[in-house]
């Protein structure tokens, strides 16, 4: 049985000071442990939230340092460049399996699995169905919600959307389908559904898909529940036949702006919102600004912005995406 | 200054330090009210014990606050196992977020029913959201076996196991394919980097936060969003090689949660 991995060694391995060989040995022997797996890790998320908290009211705590000890914030860390380490087959490590493990992996191997699968587990992680799951309220969308858009409606005569724009947009109003739908809104639940299937139309091979989107339109006014499958296929249909990331950010990117609407800040501190609009903000295919705009509204602290700011970055992300 | 050779001024000086990660570390784990403080004041009591020896045995090979942090995290887990057992979030409240956390714990952990569950984050300020809207959040956790025996809450049936011969063999075919699928997808981690063998085990094994992984590897954030989804790629082409499906690791899920 391997000695414990002590806890200076796991803080030496989280202030990046270890030589290289001896970093990848230690990460290999933590990602295959039990209790110093766990230490490690949420160390690492306890570490991230007291420091950013720590920059942002710059109150610190200064003893004599040593004269090595390192800036703290994370955005003060300069890439480390690294050589190509050692290669490090362990299957050993691996090999020993506890049964708690058997979970561990099974939870891991549904994730992998998807998108597609994951969606179907009612509003998984991945889709585009998980946005509006995420929101706290389950009521109808917004009074007069759809009759002004952020991206531009009207295109010139022979002037035919991107792919990414349209797959942004089927997004996006997949997220407000998802609401309406969950909030037992027949009139809007049709009319999106219907929107949805006339943009899928025009994609090549979009029958399927748009089909999907009809069906559900038709069925709309039966409860949230039985339509909860049925909008979870249309949207994998969906993903499956456009750019499947662009719609998935745009979902989100909705489901913000609706999220903003009802000053739902939750929705806003969940990790995978934070980490879904973050994304957007290293998309080099879209402008500064909407990258700029992404960075804002995927902080730490993004209420303290203001909702008006918060409101109008998220439409200026619409908007490149889905134009 | 404090004097860095004096174990009582360090830790006088990083009080502050060890009672904001401790909070921390509660909210991340669903602990708060009268329990956060309880461990809060293990945390400080954990440092100062036997005059100081966690501060004494630092040896200055790492920054003295993320020791600290790592000293204090390590024994929140020992003080969960010694009041609930072992228990974590589900991936899946991890990626809801915070109120799917507090629900889950509340119900799963603590033995609340739902609107119990309910009635207690709303009266802590946790959140306004009615009961109905708590339900629909719940009702996208996965469901949990009892945790110490306490009582089942709406929505979770159970079903009495059945003892027949034939569950036996369909039990036993189970736990057969689950190996197998286990082993397709252990080899597929072993020969990973282990960075990528956190970031996978992480990411998609526990729903952590690109962000908080970021931290963990001390490195860009941004590159790692990449980085998993390629990780994600090549495992999901290795379980499709091998012929593993959902259903397959849903009924290892079955067995094993």
Not at chain 1, 298 to 314: E, K, Q, Y
Request: aromatic content about 4%.
């Amino acid at each position: 049985m391997s000695e414990p991995i002590s806890d200076e060694r796991i803080a030496e391995l989280l202030d990046g000071r270890l030589p290289e060989a001896e970093r990848q040995e230690l990460l290999a022997r933590l990602a295959a442990s039990g209790e110093d797996w766990s230490v490690f890790a949420e160390a690492g998320g306890v570490l991230r939230e007291a420091e950013e908290s720590e920059s942002e009211t710059e109150t610190e705590i200064r003893i004599d340092p040593p004269p090595a000890e390192r800036e703290r914030t994370i955005a003060a860390v300069p890439a480390t460049p690294r050589q190509e380490p050692p290669s490090v087959r362990q299957p050993g490590r691996w090999g020993r399996r506890p049964a708690r493990w058997m979970a561990l992996a099974a939870v891991l191997a549904l994730a992998v699995l998807g998108p597609v699968l994951w969606t179907r587990s009612r509003g998984g992680a991945e889709g585009p169905g998980a946005p509006a799951a995420l929101l706290a309220s389950r009521d109808a969308l917004p009074a007069g919600w759809g009759d002004e858009r952020p991206w531009e409606s009207s295109l010139g005569a022979g002037d035919p959307l991107s792919p990414g724009a349209r797959a942004a947009r089927v997004g996006a109003l997949h997220t407000d389908l998802a609401v309406a739908a969950g909030a037992g809104d027949a009139a809007a639940t049709s009319r999106l559904a219907n929107e949805i299937a006339a943009l899928l139309d025009a994609e090549p091979g979009g029958g399927p898909a748009a089909t999907a989107y009809r069906q559900l339109a038709a069925r709309a006014g039966e409860p949230a529940s039985a339509l909860r499958d049925p909008l979870d296929d249309a949207g994998d249909a969906a993903a499956s036949l456009v750019d499947g990331e662009r719609m998935t950010l745009a979902a989100w990117t909705e489901a913000a702006r609706i999220a903003a609407a009802r000053q739902d800040a939750a929705f806003f501190r969940a990790s995978a919102t934070r980490d879904a609009l973050a994304r957007a903000a290293e998309d080099s295919g879209l402008s500064a600004d909407a990258r700029q705009a992404a960075a804002r509204v995927s902080g730490p602290n993004v209420a303290a912005a203001g909702w008006p700011s918060i409101t109008r970055d998220l439409d200026t992300l619409l908007r490149a995406i889905a134009s | 200054m404090p004097d860095a050779t004096d174990p009582r001024a360090l830790f006088e000086a990083h009080r502050p330090w060890i009672q904001k990660v401790a909070g921390i570390t509660c909210r991340r784990n669903s602990v708060w009210g009268d329990d956060a403080e309880d461990f809060t004041s293990l945390a400080l009591m954990k440092v100062v014990e036997n005059d100081f020896a966690v501060i004494r045995q630092f040896q200055g090979r790492a920054d003295l606050k993320t020791y600290l942090a790592t000293v204090v995290v390590r024994r929140f887990y020992e003080w969960t196992r010694e009041r609930w057992g072992r228990w974590r979030h589900s991936a899946r409240a991890e990626q809801m977020g915070e109120l799917a956390r507090d629900l889950e714990a509340l119900v799963h952990r603590d033995g609340y029913t739902l609107r119990e569950a309910a009635e207690v984050l709303r009266s802590r300020g946790r959140t306004e959201a009615s009961d109905a809207e708590l339900a629909r959040i719940f009702a996208e956790l996965p469901a949990r076996t009892p945790h110490h025996g306490k009582a089942q809450t709406e929505p979770l049936d159970r079903v009495e196991s059945d003892d027949s011969p034939e569950r036996d063999v369909e039990a036993r075919e189970t736990e057969s394919r689950c190996r197998e699928v286990m082993d397709v997808l252990f080899r597929a981690l072993a020969v990973m980097q282990p960075e990528d063998q956190v970031l996978v085990r992480g990411r998609y094994g526990e729903g952590r936060s690109v962000a908080d992984l970021a931290r963990v590897l001390k490195t860009e954030q941004a590159p790692l969003y990449r980085r998993t989804e390629k990780l994600k790629g090549e495992l999901r082409q290795a379980m499709e090689r091998a012929g593993v499906g959902r259903d397959d690791v849903r009924d290892c899920l079955g067995l094993h949660e």
